[in-house]
């Protein structure tokens, strides 16, 4: 698949004021963990809508809500039962109105999350489904197959689920349905008429309330040839992902996008989307482009070290990607599904290996059980805010998680009995899951759930997150707090012009770049000050920058 000349000429000729999205900076809200409004230990929508003043303080153009949908929350809220409504722990559909209103007349934008690949067992569908039986319309919108073996006792096929275990499970009636993810997420069939239509319902009834766009959850993964005879697990792991893998990045995904983008256009503005697409590189702009969901994430800098040559080969290579696919590109170092950046960089690198990837190397961390005694917090978050201010800097779409402008490390001891992810529970904890990154906020240094809510905060707040309270924070010039509020605004001069120039430095380990304002961003990853030639200095990640950049920091200079 490639794009067309057409494509491409729309995209950079179609607009004379570029789309808001382009170089937005959006805040992901897990909102269970982000505020809770009525004491149940579980954050909520009117939460959200009580934290407008700060959200429109710290400078971001939109919010990007994790899924509030109903759900048993097997995966967080992954698992949805409904796609046209707010769980009732999180409120109701006019405390979501509420929630746009007082988010749009703070000129906030509101993104929500779309998760089309599964739905959870408890949704309506998947329960006629099992009532119906086999053969019936109601199997035909999920994946289900008859077993192996002599009375169909083993699986279709020996698949493994992307949490751990396998990907196939038993119903009552001897069927078997196939789930990418936990068993409560059976796979829908995106071959199925009415699975189609439903969705591009649930795209209109969020754009008729208001919502600006929306985040497709592993966008990569609806469609799948499931011709018998299935493949083994291991003919699967031999297939290249070149749009035809039965099961990954299929080309024939994108004639469901190209629909859905019909429905988009029909908006003034037109609604946006953002892929979730973990793919090759080079496949990334099959989502990004105009005619499909006009976004991707990329997250190859949530998956670097803190080094600058990765750093420059993840920009350059990422700009390149985004002009080829008429979208610009986006830039993401920390989310709910990975380790947060401060302890990422707080690690000393694993034996063996370079890289301090946030998979394997917070994971081996937190399996380990998290020891302080591996954690350089101080340096960790000293890298970190230098990363966010590189990053802040870059042309393209900035996409924040919530807790990073505080510069929250990652809660490693969570006793067992209080982890919520599947992952922990399907590998037996030898992964220890993602709820480190998911413990709700602390607002204030003191108080009932550090100012999240009642006591009880649905997953533990550690002692130490105190001092990383918002409260502790606010008008402390030298806090990573007032150090994002300072960069979001100031961010809105730098971003003209989608571009930026590498100037060289002599310093492996110094990457300087302009934008077409004239404005200079400049990261020392070293340890060595970096001298600075001329210009004002409008925001440093260190207290002590004056005409240099003091190791493993960033500056931002106004040239012009
Ligand atoms: C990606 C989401 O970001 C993650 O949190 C979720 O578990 C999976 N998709 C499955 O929906």
Redesign the pocket.
């Known amino acids: 698949m490639t794009l067309t000349a057409d494509a491409r000429t729309d995209a950079a000729h179609s607009t004379a004021v570029p789309p808001w999205w382009r170089q937005a900076a959006v805040y992901q809200i897990y909102p269970r963990s982000f505020a809770d409004s009525n004491g149940d230990g579980l954050g909520d929508i009117r939460g959200v809508t009580s934290r407008a003043d700060y959200l429109a303080e710290l400078g971001i153009d939109a919010v990007w809500l994790?899924p509030f949908y109903p759900s048993e929350l097997a995966?967080?809220g992954?698992?949805v039962a409904d796609y046209r409504d707010v769980d009732p722990r999180l409120g109701t559909l006019d405390d979501f109105d509420d929630m746009v209103a007082a988010l749009h007349a703070r000129g906030i934008r509101v993104v929500v999350?779309i998760?089309p690949?599964?739905t959870s067992d408890q949704h309506a569908w998947f329960q006629e489904a099992l009532a119906a039986g086999r053969g019936s319309a109601a199997r035909e919108r999920y994946i289900f197959r008859d077993g192996k073996g002599p009375d169909g006792a083993e699986p279709p096929a020996d698949w493994v689920s992307?949490?751990g275990g396998p990907a196939w499970e038993r119903v009552a009636d001897g069927q078997w349905y196939f789930h990418?993810?936990?068993t409560e997420?059976p796979d829908l069939n995106w071959d199925n008429p009415e699975v189609r239509a439903d969705f591009v319902r649930t795209l209109r009834f969020w754009s008729d309330r208001g919502v600006d766009g929306f985040r497709i959850?592993?966008a990569h993964m609806l469609t799948k040839d499931l011709a018998e005879p299935l493949p083994s697990r291991a003919e699967l792991d031999a297939l290249p992902f070149d749009g035809t893998h039965p099961l990954i990045d299929r080309d024939d995904v994108h004639e469901i996008y190209a629909e859905w983008r019909k429905v988009f256009n029909e908006y003034d503005p037109p609604r946006t989307a953002v892929a979730?697409a973990w793919v090759a590189p080079s496949r990334i702009p099959l989502y990004a482009r105009p005619e499909s969901l006009g976004q991707a994430f990329n997250f190859d800098l949530l998956q670097a070290d803190f080094d600058a040559a990765e750093f420059r080969r993840v920009v350059s290579d990422n700009l390149t990607l985004a002009e080829a696919s008429g979208s610009s590109s986006t830039w993401v170092l920390s989310?709910?599904?990975v380790v947060r950046h401060a302890t990422r960089y707080g690690l000393p690198p694993l034996p063996g290996e370079r890289g301090r990837d946030a998979e394997k190397h917070g994971s081996a961390w937190l399996r380990a059980g998290g020891p302080e005694s591996a954690l350089d917090r101080e340096g960790g978050l000293r890298r970190a805010r230098a990363a966010s201010a590189f990053l802040l800097g870059l042309p393209g779409s900035a996409y924040l998680y919530q807790g990073e402008e505080l510069g929250l490390h990652e809660v490693a001891d969570i006793p067992a009995g209080e982890r919520q992810?599947?992952?922990f529970f399907r590998t037996e904890g030898e992964e220890i899951g993602?709820d480190g990154c998911r413990v709700p906020l602390p607002w204030t240094a003191e108080g009932s759930s550090l100012g999240f809510g009642a006591d009880g905060a649905h997953l533990p707040q550690p002692a130490w997150f105190a001092q990383y309270a918002v409260d502790a924070q606010e008008d402390d010039a030298h806090s990573t707090l007032e150090l994002y509020r300072r960069a979001l605004k100031l961010r809105h001069e730098l971003q003209t012009e989608e571009k930026l120039e590498w100037i060289e430095t002599g310093r492996d380990d110094v990457l300087h770049f302009r934008r077409p304002n004239g404005w200079e961003v400049v990261t020392n990853f070293g340890v060595e000050p970096y001298a600075l030639g001329a210009g004002e200095i409008v925001l440093s990640t260190a207290e002590d920058a004056s005409g240099e950049v003091p190791g493993e920091a960033t500056v931002w200079v106004r040239t012009a």
Do not use: K, L
Request: charged share 30%; proline share 4%.
């Open positions: 994790s995966d967080g992954y698992d999350d998760v690949n599964h992307v949490f990418n993810f936990a997420q959850d592993v979730e989310n709910h599904d992810d599947p992952t993602r």
